[in-house]
């Protein structure tokens, strides 16, 4: 019941983009800012832009930036589409589904307080993540342009 | 973010020792009407004895049962018990903390999002799981004393 580093990573690089005032930015600068794998962020990376979180620009001069503002980018939406696995019960093992599942409460339990999870997230955009804004860039030293 | 097995398996340990008004179980029997690892199972056993949900009995005619009644054991204490991890935000990496741990608020909405769901789960006990009765002891094939 923790989220998987991909979403943890997902949630990185959206935060960096957010302080980026729509500046181009490459894999290596996100990588090296973290301390992270940058081969896991090659994918976590594809698979944002495949779902239009990021805008990817390739070539020479090229880099990456978030495709939407951050108060259009909602905390609900991003663990929702990161995580692989929300259903959060098991139910069915290798050798098939769990023989109580036709009468089981649980999945329906489990699924109430899953939703209450959502719920709570759904109040939430990327624009609270990058606040405080000069807080964060200094953190990760993100040459920001001055306001 | 997913429960994971050893949360799965403890729930249906106590839903099969809840059908079985104060008798007496062994594992093998547990493991044989779900079709699953009995190695798992006693693992789980183990830990939900010491955790006091079960009273184990050693010796030939031994086995398990409840430690309390159903309607007192809460689906949030077992979630909160067994799950590992419910911090379910990494923020620390084999290298050490996420760098933007000190100004990140990720930790504190998943907190409070963490929060609604074991809220939700404080609602239902292992009673509300063992309902309807007679349809799960059938799937189970557990011989119940008449009522």
Redesign the interface.
């Known amino acids: 019941?923790?989220?998987?580093?991909f979403?943890?990573y997902s949630?990185?690089v959206l935060?960096y983009l957010g302080l980026q005032d729509d500046q181009l930015v490459t894999i290596r600068k996100i990588s090296d800012?973290?301390?992270?794998s940058r081969n896991h962020l090659m994918k976590v990376v594809s698979l944002l832009t495949r779902m239009g979180y990021l805008k990817a620009q390739r070539g020479p001069g090229g880099g990456i930036r978030l495709a939407r503002i951050p108060e259009d980018i909602n905390?609900a939406d991003v663990?929702r589409d990161t995580?692989e696995?929300?259903?959060?019960?098991?139910?069915f093992?290798e050798?098939?589904s769990?023989?109580?599942s036709?009468?089981?409460?649980?999945h329906h339990?489990?699924g109430?307080?899953?939703?209450?999870?959502?719920?709570?997230?759904r109040k939430?955009t990327l624009q609270?993540?990058i606040?405080?804004k000069d807080?964060?860039a200094r953190?990760?030293q993100v040459e920001r342009n001055a306001a």
Chains 1, 2 share one sequence.
């Open positions: 019941m923790r989220l998987t580093r979403t943890d949630l990185r935060i800012a973290y301390g992270i905390l663990i995580e696995d929300l259903v959060m019960v098991e139910c093992d050798e098939g769990c023989v109580i036709p009468a089981c409460k649980l339990i489990i109430e307080a899953l939703n209450a999870y959502i719920s709570t997230l939430y609270d993540l606040d405080p807080e964060l953190l990760l």
